[in-house]
């Protein structure tokens, strides 16, 4: 099956400094790459590379006589993130995702989930993909399981569904359904910071646990506590659909 959103990603890929493309293709530091250019070691398309030059796609890169080329594969992974850990790229972090993650190809989240809650979290290096699921005005659906400290009642999925007061802002109507006595699902088309748990507090609640089983058309299913797994090209492609229609 072709994959639409990776054809796209390979034919936005831009042009990049040699010596960047040297170290992501796993040839050595940057600082030796540049090294090895200066030395006349490199070629691009048969001739001699230049330091500070770029390479575009399609572009042959010898070093000597050997090709090399670097990760040019899309990456987009359905994670289950464990509660603790913390949705940022801050290096000093411990607990970051991209350092729990340790992937082998730099992939950062595409909408975050706060330290203390869990489930799906989609992570790529396709940069596109994770701007146009921040749009608000896009509305995506994002699927929630939540588990509250007293009884959810008709009125308290009532106040939900219709839109708390929060932020300084009215949520936007969404759906919510009791699932357990003391448990809900609500289906969010925004991401306000916090905002089940906000909305939660508004009406008396405290949220005891938070699972995201639903990003659009990618679901958690039975992936594990800490476990990822590749989108399949039929959920990539779905996944693309959804991300070029229109709000409504």
């Known amino acids: 099956m072709s994959n639409r959103i990776k054809e796209e990603f390979i034919q936005k890929k831009e042009p990049v400094r040699l010596n960047k493309y040297l170290s992501e293709a796993g040839v050595c530091s ?7 250019i200066e030395a006349g070691k490199v070629t691009v398309d048969g001739k001699t590379a230049q330091t500070g030059m770029r390479v575009a796609p399609g572009q042959t890169v010898k070093v000597g006589a050997k090709v090399v080329s670097r990760q040019e ?8 993130k464990p509660r603790g850990i913390v949705c940022t790229e801050e290096k ?11 992937y082998p190809v730099r992939v950062t989240y595409a909408g975050r989930l ?9 992570m790529t290096n396709n940069g596109d993909i994770i701007n146009r699921m921040m749009r608000a005005a896009n509305r995506h659906e994002k699927e929630y399981k939540v588990t509250v400290d007293r009884e959810v009642t008709e009125d308290f999925v009532r106040q939900m569904s219709e ?3 929060i932020l300084d802002t009215v949520t936007r109507p969404c759906r919510v359904e009791k699932i357990g006595k003391y448990t809900f699902s609500i289906i969010l088309t ?10 939660c507090e ?10 995201r089983v639903r990003i659009m058309n990618i679901r958690l299913g039975s992936l594990r506590d800490g476990q990822y797994r590749k989108l399949t ?4 492609n779905e996944l693309y659909e959804g991300l070029n229609d229109p709000p409504s």
């Not at 508004?202 to 699972?211: F, K, M, Q, S, T």
């Not at 090209?233 to 990539?236: C, K, M, R, T, Y």
């Open 30 to 36: 940057r600082r030796e790459a540049d090294r090895l």
């Open 73 to 80: 594969d899309m990456i987009v992974l359905a994670v289950n």
């Open 92 to 102: 000093r972090e411990r607990n970051s995702i991209v350092r729990f993650l340790d």
């Open 114 to 122: 706060d330290k203390d809650s869990r489930g799906l979290l989609l």
């Open 163 to 165: 839109g708390v007061p």
């Open 190 to 199: 925004q991401g306000l910071n916090r905002q089940i748990r906000r909305m």
């Open 202 to 211: 508004a009406l008396g609640y405290e949220v005891r646990d938070l699972v």
């Open 233 to 236: 090209d039929a959920e990539l």
